[in-house]
C-alpha cells in the first residue's frame, strides 16, 4: 500500500508563504520522481512542479516560477512545496503524487496518469 498525505494547507493572505508538505508511506519518496498539481473550482487539474527521477531536473508551470519551489528531506520521507508570493489565483486543492518510472520533468507535469496521489490540501489565498 503506498500512499501519499498532504498537509500545511489553509488561508493565507495575498504576498504571503507557505509550505506544504508531502509524507509518504510504503515506499520510499527519493526512489520515486515527485511532483505537485493543483485544481481550482471549475478548472482542471495542472501541474505545477515536477522533479524527475531520472536527472533531478524540476519543471515549472508559467504561473510560478520564481515563487514556488521544492525540497526533500530523505530521513523524513517527506517533500515540501515552498510557495512565495501567493496570489488568490493559486487558491486551490493541491496534491502530491510519486511515479516510479522513468519521465522528463515536464512529462511527468503533463501526464497526469501517475502511480500515487495524495488526498490533497486546499490553500486559499485572501484578504
Known amino acids: 500500500q503506498l500512499q501519499l498525505v498532504e498537509s500545511g494547507g489553509g488561508l493565507v493572505q495575498p504576498g504571503g508563504s507557505l509550505t506544504l508538505s508531502c509524507a509518504a508511506s510504503?515506499?520510499?519518496?527519493?526512489?520515486?520522481?515527485i511532483g505537485w498539481f493543483r485544481q481550482a473550482p471549475g478548472k482542471e487539474r495542472e501541474g505545477v512542479l515536477c522533479r524527475a527521477k531520472s536527472d533531478g531536473r524540476t519543471y515549472y508551470a508559467d504561473s510560478v516560477k520564481g515563487r514556488f519551489s521544492i525540497s526533500r528531506d530523505n530521513a523524513k520521507n517527506t517533500v515540501y512545496l515552498q510557495m512565495n508570493s501567493l496570489k488568490p489565483e493559486d487558491t486551490a486543492i493541491y496534491y502530491c503524487?510519486?511515479?516510479?518510472?522513468?519521465?522528463?520533468?515536464?512529462?511527468?507535469?503533463?501526464?497526469?496518469?501517475?502511480?500515487?496521489w495524495g488526498q490533497g490540501t486546499l490553500v486559499t489565498v485572501s484578504s
Open positions: 503524487a510519486a511515479e516510479s518510472l522513468t519521465y522528463t520533468a515536464q512529462a511527468m507535469c503533463d501526464i497526469k496518469y501517475l502511480e500515487v
Open positions: 510504503g515506499f520510499t519518496l527519493d526512489n520515486y520522481a
